[in-house]
């Protein structure tokens, strides 16, 4: 940084930008820009607050990149995700991530002189490998190839014994792919078989009900995991993998994402291959969230969460280390980014007091990965995070509105406060219920999000924002109360009484920005190369439950905008890392050199 102390972390003060601003910094997860048709629910749904973004201030919105390498992933063809987004959005600039940095250890062969190759390796000779995580091409938590050659490198340096425990996916590639991915797998291991090596697959799970919980929303399901690939232990035991996959699939409402776990056995009946004393476990997915809380069972001797039973001794390592600030885990085959000097480190060193919050299951994304994978606050007197509790054990297209209100009252709450300076929100609805493919529910996500970021003025009869709405809001604005009637057409008088989080921001005469991290709500079929969706063999349509490759809005507005501040146009293939330059401005600071640059500017009038 040049310099030490606390004077590397002075920004110089900006020009036009003024300080002391109230802002709110809101994450839509999982909205994007596409075209309008019936399968993209965002324009299907009521959202006149995004609506009027768009239509009402167009220098103040604009669309930035949020995929592939404007995120620091490997291709143009990598969907975004909410951990590099969260990490662009955080860190204001563009680092190659966790799937660039394991394609290229695996390219030069580095990974295999690593410490943490090098710590597995110890198992070889009398142990067995294990390796577990997602069984897909995805590339947002791992990938299939990726794990392809580990295996390859494995068995080459010396790996007798291996047996694979595979999450399939469902969420990050079509449901219904697992089959196909589980068979890839199968020849992969009967080749090593050919060449000497004993490898085989040994249990399996779909992701969400089998050992991708994060954040601590339900230890049940790393249970689940751990009992079959630890123990052996399951409810359903299957000679064969490929016939589990299918067979388990034909449950009505089986689906990849929540598969039941599953042991493979031997003719005998007994688990192929439960993790030993001796054995080493790799988890192979690059991405931090969902490995975390099997890596804290694998690793911790003091452990209180679920009973592991018997808790071998093992050597583990992580593809990445998933946590820098608790050192989580101790080996590793591939070094995270370093992702430091974040935009929210700078902020409290410079005096701004910072709140976040979402519900459980997006509550790292704002606080975790907005702060480059780190743990915790910074500082604690100048930040407060809140986490609301996320329901726990259904699908969200059960309860697709899920915690939107409650996060949008907690941040109205500290922006009246007058406590902090900046209020960072995750709304997840548009994602979580996107991933469920539920068109219908996530329809009312969407709507739901919208409404978290202003309540708008409905009129009963035809709800919209039509002159009775305003009449009606004209009157009650006069009257010092607030009204308040319950139903479809919920209706308040948000001005009397702020409801949200915009209102509160107008209140206060603050700041808005609203953005995403990445698409999914805006598109829920797969498509063909002109666009139109592409349908299957039997002539379905192909249910998109993944993220996409589109490009997100974002919108800066409020009271407290300086007059004259829009987009500039000169920043036209602008993403998310920019984002971190423009609120720092904001804030009434410049940003530091090497950030991606700001996105706004003040014209004199
Ligand atoms: O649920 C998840 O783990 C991913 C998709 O695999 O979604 P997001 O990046 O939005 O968290
Ligand atoms: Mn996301
Ligand atoms: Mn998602």
């Not at 110089?12 to 909205?31: C, Q, R």
């Not at 020849?187 to 779909?206: H, T, Y």
């Not at 970021?453 to 010092?480: E, N, S, T, W, Y």
């Not at 206060?508 to 349908?535: C, F, W």
Request: proline share 5%; glycine share 10%; hydrophobic share 40%.
């Amino acid at each position: 940084m040049g310099s030490t102390g606390q004077n590397a972390w002075k920004l110089a003060d900006h020009p036009k930008f003024p300080k002391g601003k109230t802002i709110a910094m809101v994450v839509l997860d999982g909205w994007g820009e596409a075209r309008p048709d019936q399968y993209n629910c965002i324009h299907v749904a009521d959202t006149p607050t995004m609506d009027s973004f768009k239509t009402t201030a167009p220098e103040r919105w604009r669309l930035i990149r949020a995929h592939g390498s404007a995120v620091g992933l490997p291709s143009e063809d990598d969907m975004g995700n909410s951990e590099v987004g969260h990490n662009a959005l955080g860190a204001g600039r563009i680092f190659a991530q966790g799937a660039k940095l394991v394609d290229s250890a695996l390219a030069s062969g580095k990974i295999y002189g690593g410490e943490g190759f090098k710590y597995i390796k110890q198992s070889f000779d009398n142990g067995t490998l294990h390796l577990i995580g997602l069984l897909s091409d995805g590339g947002v938590h791992s990938r299939l190839d990726q794990l392809q050659l580990l295996l390859k490198g494995a068995a080459e340096q010396g790996a007798k014994r291996i047996r694979v425990h595979f999450l399939t996916d469902g969420r990050d590639v079509l449901d219904g792919s697992s089959v196909g991915f589980v068979e890839t797998l199968e020849k992969d291991l009967s080749n090593l078989r050919e060449k000497g090596v004993d490898a085989q697959i040994a249990s399996g799970g779909g992701r969400m009900y089998v050992t991708m919980d994060r954040y601590e929303n339900d230890w049940n399901v790393v249970k689940r995991g751990w009992d079959a690939q630890v123990l052996g232990e399951a409810p359903y035991k299957f000679r064969s993998a490929v016939e589990a996959v299918k067979k388990l699939r034909e449950e009505p409402k089986a689906n990849d994402q929540y598969l039941p776990p599953f042991v493979i056995v031997d003719e005998s009946g007994n688990p192929v291959g439960p993790i030993k004393d001796g054995d080493a476990v790799v988890t192979f997915n690059f991405r931090a969230d969902r490995m975390t809380m099997l890596a804290k069972a694998l690793e911790y001797a003091d452990f209180d969460k679920f009973d592991r039973v018997r808790v071998p001794k093992i050597y583990y390592a992580g593809m990445l280390e998933y946590d820098g600030e608790l050192k989580l885990p101790s080996h590793y085959l591939v070094s995270p980014p370093e992702i430091e000097r974040t935009s929210g480190e700078y902020l409290v060193h410079n005096g701004v007091r910072t709140f976040a919050c979402s519900e459980t299951v997006k509550f790292g994304h704002v606080t975790f990965f907005w702060n480059g994978n780190r743990s915790g606050c910074f500082n604690e007197e100048m930040e407060e995070y809140v986490e609301i509790p996320s329901d726990v054990g259904i699908t969200f297209n059960v309860q697709p509105k899920m915690k939107a209100l409650e996060i949008a009252e907690k941040a109205r709450d500290a922006i009246l406060s007058g406590k902090f300076d900046q209020i960072r929100v995750n709304l997840p609805n548009g994602d979580m219920v996107g991933h469920t493919g539920d068109i219908e529910a996530t329809v009312v996500a969407c709507k739901a999000a919208d409404e978290a970021v202003k309540v708008q003025i409905h009129c009963f009869d035809c709800g919209r924002v039509c002159c009775h709405a305003l009449v009606l809001m004209l009157l009650f604005l006069l009257i010092p109360f607030s009204c308040h009637l319950v139903g479809d057409n919920e209706f308040v008088v948000a001005c009397v009484f702020p409801r949200t989080i915009i209102d509160a921001i107008e209140q206060v005469g603050g700041i808005y920005v609203i953005t995403a991290d990445h698409g999914n709500a805006e598109d829920m079929v797969k498509r063909d190369k002109s666009g139109e969706p592409q349908l299957d063999k039997s002539g379905n349509l192909q249910i998109l439950t993944s993220h996409t490759l589109k490009p997100v809005p974002i919108a800066i507005g409020g009271p407290g905008l300086k007059a004259g501040a829009r987009f500039r146009n000169d920043v036209p293939t602008g993403g998310l890392a920019n984002v971190a330059a423009t609120v720092m401005n904001l804030h009434g600071f410049e940003a530091p050199d090497d950030y991606e640059p700001t996105l706004i500017e003040v014209v004199d009038n």
